[in-house]
């Protein structure tokens, strides 16, 4: 592993079904994000995590949770899928906070039907 | 509420000089970004003022006024890789990151 990868990189998902987006870097960085991105819309944070152990939420939580158990991995989990989440999903990652530059996954591409 | 503003899209000529604006109303400053973000991929970093001035990186360069709340990021000798998403982003105060909606770069032969 190289950066930050995400899994899987695209998905089509039944509205209600639940959902994990898969998110693991491999640069020791303390921080990591969850975005989404929409058309016209820039990125928006979902949630973030400032160190193994501690998340908190960004502008549009709802629908989404997040664990943050260890260093490297940072799990974002669509409880009951609704189509509004149709979406791509960027997670990133930096060495201590939002003064630092931000690495970005290559994205998940998610359709909810 | 916080806000930053950026041009929607912006057209240019390969082999030219294209100027990207950037305005922000934010709670507080710690700093400001730009990413670049080329179609279905994701965003890369590509330079960061937290002090008034011109930070030159190669082709592009940008620039900071904390006083007016902008920047600019200027590319130069543009080429068609340039074509992508410039995407403007702020740390405030309370160190929370707000995103522009980019600017969609079009470059033309």
């Known amino acids: 592993i190289a950066g930050i990868t995400q899994a899987p990189t695209s998905q089509i998902l039944a509205a209600g079904r639940r959902m994990t987006l898969r998110c693991t870097q491999d640069?020791?960085?303390?921080?990591m994000y969850w975005y989404r991105q929409d058309l016209g819309l820039g990125l928006r944070l979902i949630h973030y995590s400032n160190t193994a152990g501690t998340t908190g939420k960004g502008e549009v939580p709802d629908g989404y949770s997040v664990s943050r158990a260890n260093t490297d991995d940072f799990p974002l989990t669509l409880a009951s899928a609704v189509p509004s989440q149709t979406s791509v999903y960027f997670c990133?990652?930096?060495?201590?906070?939002?003064?630092?530059?931000?690495?970005f996954g290559p994205g998940t591409r998610l359709t909810v039907l | 509420g916080q806000n930053i503003d950026q041009p929607t899209e912006m057209t240019a000529t390969e082999g030219a000089i294209v100027q990207i604006n950037c305005t922000y109303q934010?709670?507080?400053?710690?700093?400001l970004f730009w990413y670049q973000q080329h179609a279905g991929e994701a965003p890369t970093f590509l330079s960061y003022?937290?002090l008034d001035g011109l930070e030159e990186k190669g082709r592009f360069s940008s620039f900071l006024s904390r006083s007016k709340g902008y920047s600019y990021l200027l590319l130069k000798e543009l080429q068609m890789k340039d074509s992508a998403s410039y995407l403007c982003?702020?740390?405030?105060?309370?160190?929370?990151?707000?995103w522009g909606a980019g600017t969609k770069l079009i470059i033309k032969p």
């Open positions: 003022n937290v």
């Open positions: 990133a990652s930096s060495a201590q906070g939002n003064t630092d530059t931000q690495y």
């Open positions: 640069m020791r960085h303390n921080a």
């Open positions: 982003a702020v740390t405030d105060s309370n160190y929370q990151l707000i």
């Open positions: 934010t709670s507080g400053f710690n700093g």
